[in-house]
């Protein structure tokens, strides 16, 4: 019963979002509207994700389907960062019992020979009631349920917290903290993850705390920078989503984020230029494909462009099927079971769309 539920509410989660999938390089400054109430102090009243939807404002959906609709917008509280462009917009602000929004993204995948970077601002606010356990609450994913570079917190005493990353939620391997403490509503800290693919070894979880920029150079490893190898069973081979988690009050204190960038570059994730979301399906001009729903085949048209490749991910990110070569414009999915797949074009001129099928 409780197998059937979970399927069920993965597949309702993927039919809600539509292909609203994003093309990276992507930023998010929570270019949206803050309000308050006029409680002493005053108590933030929007948030991010609807109240009686799945869905939220920009790109954002959520991973939760029953507690209080978080996490809040709030005015930001960071000021700037060396090297990183003025910061835009506002910020969030989760709590314990957040709902777990998640931004989907064109699909990365150990075959493309490139790694997978996110960076983002991070305050922790409040937490008077952490108990001293730990969770993660930022992360590179799969699936709403599965992820890899994990970002960790800890709290090191009342006023005082750590961070950390684990490399994968199925692997059990111990989480890795960096060297440096912080000070609970007064340090803002910019962190950046970093995915090392490796289909052939052993993948590497990376995290940078509070780095020093310099252009496009990826910074050497630091007293406060973390990395950790990979078990080779617990590689992720590719990622689709950046996942926000809040877990109980014990475990999540009050964390303002802000300034999110996810990219295939160190420069991607610290760019000098705030660009807009970009929704994927804008790439390759006079894209069809058809029938969708389909059955045993589907038939793509590429305006002028001619298809190099074509790769079928299932709803985990997981790789399926690829194909080099298309017969009659048409790709054989009949081995496919049914279900919500995303199939990820590349045409001649190295541009590409993604696109969600259903297999009937």
């Known amino acids: 019963m409780k197998t059937k539920l979970f399927l069920t509410l993965l597949l309702t989660s993927c039919l809600t979002f539509g292909q609203e999938l994003y093309q990276l390089p992507l930023y998010e400054g929570f270019d ?32 939760n389907y029953s507690s209080t609709k978080n996490p809040f917008l709030i005015t930001s ?13 506002n910020a969030i602000e989760i709590k314990g019992g957040t709902n777990d929004p998640l931004l989907y993204f064109e699909p990365v995948n150990e075959n493309d020979g490139v790694n997978l970077y996110a960076s983002c601002m991070v305050k922790v606010t409040d937490m008077s009631s952490v108990s001293g356990s730990l969770d993660y609450f930022f992360a590179l994913a799969t699936s709403g349920f599965g992820y890899g570079a994990a970002l960790y917190f800890s709290k090191v005493d009342d006023t005082t917290y750590n961070l950390g990353i684990n490399e994968s939620n199925t692997s059990g391997e111990a989480i890795v903290y960096t060297g440096a403490t912080f000070t609970e509503n007064v340090d803002e800290v910019f962190v950046v ?3 090392e693919f490796n289909s052939s070894g052993n993948s590497v979880a990376h995290l940078f705390v509070n780095p020093v920029i310099n252009g496009a150079t990826e910074p050497a490893s630091h007293e406060d920078t973390s990395s950790i190898s990979l078990e080779d069973e617990a590689n992720r081979s590719t990622f689709t989503l950046l996942k926000i988690n809040a877990n109980s009050n014990a475990r999540t204190p009050g964390i303002a984020i802000d300034e999110i960038r996810i990219g295939t570059s160190w420069e991607d994730v610290v760019s000098t230029t705030n660009e807009p979301l970009d ?19 589907i038939e793509i048209e590429s305006g002028a462009e001619s298809v190099t490749s074509i790769t079928v991910f299932d709803i985990l990110g997981e790789q399926v099927l690829i194909q080099e070569v298309l017969n ?21 001129n190295n541009s590409s769309i993604t696109k969600k099928i259903i297999k009937n």
């Open 32 to 63: 949206y509207a803050v309000a308050y109430s006029d409680d002493t102090p005053p108590e933030p009243l929007n948030t991010l994700l609807y109240s009686d939807t799945m869905i939220g404002l920009g790109p954002w959906i959520e991973d």
């Open 77 to 89: 509280p960071f000021t700037s960062y060396a090297g990183l462009p003025a910061f835009t917009g």
């Open 193 to 195: 993850i970093k995915y």
């Open 279 to 297: 929704i994927v399906d804008n790439e390759i001009a006079n894209f069809k494909i058809y029938p969708n729903p389909a059955n045993d085949y």
């Open 328 to 348: 009659d414009n048409r790709m054989d999915i009949s081995s496919l079971t049914k279900g919500v797949y995303f199939i990820k074009i590349r045409g001649d």
